[in-house]
DNA sequence: TGACATGTAAAACGATCGCTTTACATCAAC
DNA sequence: GTTGATGTAAAGCGATCGTTTTACATGTCA
């Protein structure tokens, strides 16, 4: 139980600095230490380790979406992030690279990315809920590009992305207070 | 010269349908009906048909780009970028999908990456400073992020994502307006 | 006509890939 | 104190990888 964890923990480490399909799984074992064997033990195959990575990091950002601050529940959506990039290498969002070299090949590792998306993205209209004190739909999907932009331009540009984002999110917020007060 | 172009083109739908690194030389040049012989003489590597396969990309996206739209010059990216859409299987902006997998292994592809980022968002700054009159770095990364994320989930989400954008860009401008007339 | 650049076809290189296997070590639980 | 789950170490599997090589067919241009 405790290796699994540790080989999840490695791969993702792993698949963020050098890329889903750019390093063999000996590499990847390399980082937790511990076999081949116990890994084809727990996964059944590479894929099958790719598909959990997405899972366990879907999870636990979704844990740090739990809390809502009630008097920015936007805002902190981009405050969230930055805290989580500070811990991690930055190389873009995880489950759209790992869309990029698997959606012709594995049907799961799709299924998980599309299951995160649309998860976030519910998220997210909720959270503009709160703030508008009505559903928005077409501000909750301006916002989600604004994340996903901020996200992907991160390793390029830095933490200022994510500011940028959080400011233009705010303006946008305001001017659809205004045209329907 | 022919062939070379020929390699080229059929490398970069390859790499769209099935991402740069889930996909071995005998199939990328399957799409041009090339032999392994002629792609080692024009392009030395594999890693250096990349580089090419990006470079040529990055030219034909910014031919698209040199005519500019005076009445609405910052819209029309959107427009632009959905024309391209139409004519590419899309699996979010293939220099970004690079950078993440090679930006460990190879300086040349991550320098390319870097080139083509700071040319667009030149253009995008451009293109803020005929609509405003005056340039706007923030209004221009808004714009950048914003683009950036409705490429990123157009593969998930269908070519709403740039319509929305395209609207968003739109209301943070006249934000602008309002803000410093 | 001859030279040269450009191309194909096909076999083979060593390296690495994902994965399996054999053999053995812990260690907690009933 | 045996059992069963969990682990390591290491050799080896066939397949595929990127790349090179040999041999031969074009077409172009001096």
Redesign the interface.
């Known amino acids: 139980m405790k290796k699994q964890q540790a080989i999840i923990g490695g791969a993702e480490r792993a698949f963020e ?6 390093i063999g799984v000996d590499k990847i074992l390399a980082q937790s230490g511990a076999s081949t064997r116990t890994l084809y033990k727990h996964f059944g195959s590479r894929d099958g380790l790719v598909v959990e990575v997405l899972k366990h990091r879907h999870l636990a950002f979704m844990a740090l979406l739990r809390e809502t601050d009630p008097s920015d529940p936007v805002g902190q959506l981009f405050d969230i992030q930055r805290r989580w990039t500070d811990d991690h290498i930055n ?3 995880m489950f ?2 790992a ?7 594995n049907a799961e590792i799709t299924a998980v ?2 299951d995160h ?1 649309q998860q976030f993205e519910t998220e997210i209209g909720r959270r503009v809920e709160i703030a508008l004190g009505s559903p928005d739909a ?1 501000l909750a ?2 916002i ?7 996200t ?2 991160l ?3 830095g933490p ?2 994510l500011e ?2 959080k ?2 999110a705010a ?2 917020g ?2 659809r207070l205004e045209h329907r007060p």
Request: net charge neutral.
């Open positions: 600095a050098e890329g889903f399909r750019g190389s873009g969002c759209l690279r869309h990029g070299e698997y959606a012709a090949v990315v599309h998306k077409d999907m301006q989600s590009l604004l994340f996903e932009g901020a992907a331009l390793s390029l540009r200022i992305t940028t984002a400011e233009a303006l946008l305001r001017a």
